[in-house]
């Protein structure tokens, strides 16, 4: 069993609080991440818990926090004009985490919390080691034309992206030619007979491991790998 706790820190009085779960490995850890969650969650989706606990097993330290428009409200997505509020929130939990470990500092979501990882990437070059981003919304479901990438061509830090093949927010066609765009060193993992969620009955066993294993070993180059 891993070993992880309720964490809270707020480096200041006025500072967005840092809200979520700390998962420490046994030893001294090799790297360290901060995990969020999608527009309908919280930091205790199980897809969240089970890639933490992964991690933690392969010696990392893990933070799964919620985003600020989750600390203020339990239920429902986030409203209009949060997503600013939300990536300094997510840029507190990095620093949050920098003060916990002199480890190297990444960064991951799930769905929006990716999608606004990989925004706050893109405006500070540097912040993180690297991204992991489960399931990015590419486009509104049945909506291709409205896709979610202005950011990417300034986006230059390495970045994993973990597709389901039936996600309704993109294609797996439509995730390569995305990636694309950016600059930075990409990965595309496709997870076969997922959606959205990622997690399913028949994979939630290897999925995790996976998951970890590819983020892990991910450095330069662009590859796609399938499961």
Known sequence: MNNYQEFFDQAAADAIPVRGFLHCPSGSPEAALVLTHGAGANC????????ADALCDAGWMVLRCDL??????????PPRGSAERDQQGLRAAVAS??????????LGGHSYGGRQASMLAADHPGLVEKLLLLSYPLHPPQRPAELRTA?????????????????????SEEMKTALELI?????????????????TKRNRGELPATIVEAFRRFGAGDTEISI
Do not use: C, N, W
């Open 68 to 77: 600020p428009f989750r600390q203020a409200r339990p239920q429902g997505p």
């Open 44 to 51: 205790t989706a199980p897809l969240l818990i089970a890639v």
């Open 151 to 171: 950011h990417f061509p300034r986006l230059q830090t390495s970045a994993l992206f973990v597709h389901g093949v039936r996600d309704g927010f993109a294609s």
């Open 97 to 106: 985490l920098q003060r916990q470990t002199s480890a190297p500092v990444s």
């Open 183 to 199: 600059p930075a060193s990409t990965k595309l993992l496709s997870i076969d007979g997922a959606g959205h969620e990622l997690m």
